[in-house]
Nanobody
Framework: VQLQASGGGEVQVGDSLRLSCVAS????????LAWYRQPPGYAREMVAA???????NYGDLVKGRFSISGDWSRNMAYLQMNGLKPEDTGTYYC???????????????WGQGTQVTVSS
């Protein structure tokens, strides 16, 4: 299984971006999606997460501005980011908890990261 994230870029304060992440390979069942980010010089932090049952939660700094969603039939995860701020700058990573085949344990996979830069 491989995850490929895309959609990052350089934007201005207040702009919007939509990140996408697609899982390829033997993707049996996806139990959860998540987006993390790593600002320059800081540790990786959770931005948003969502279960296959629809429950979602967000980091305090992005609540009300970011929205996570998934297209489970296409093995896709999305992160809609509105009202971007300079402090949102960082490398964004997608994460999925996937069970490749029935009866096998879930495995956590990470995408390669996509850069988001917000300029004031």
């Amino acid at each position: 299984v491989q995850l490929q994230a895309s959609g990052g870029g350089e934007v201005q304060v207040g702009d919007s971006l939509r990140l996408s992440c697609v899982a390829s390979g033997k993707v049996g069942h996806i139990a959860g999606l998540a987006w993390y980010r790593q600002p320059p010089g800081y540790a990786r932090e959770m931005v948003a997460a969502m279960t296959s049952g629809g429950a979602s939660n967000y980091g305090d700094l992005v609540k009300g501005r970011f929205s996570i969603s998934g297209d489970w039939s296409r093995n896709m995860a999305y992160l809609q980011m509105n009202g971007l701020k300079p402090e949102d700058t960082g490398t964004y990573y997608c994460k999925m908890d996937i069970r490749p085949r029935a009866g096998r344990p879930f495995v956590t996979y990470w995408g390669q990261g996509t850069q988001v830069t917000v300029s004031s």
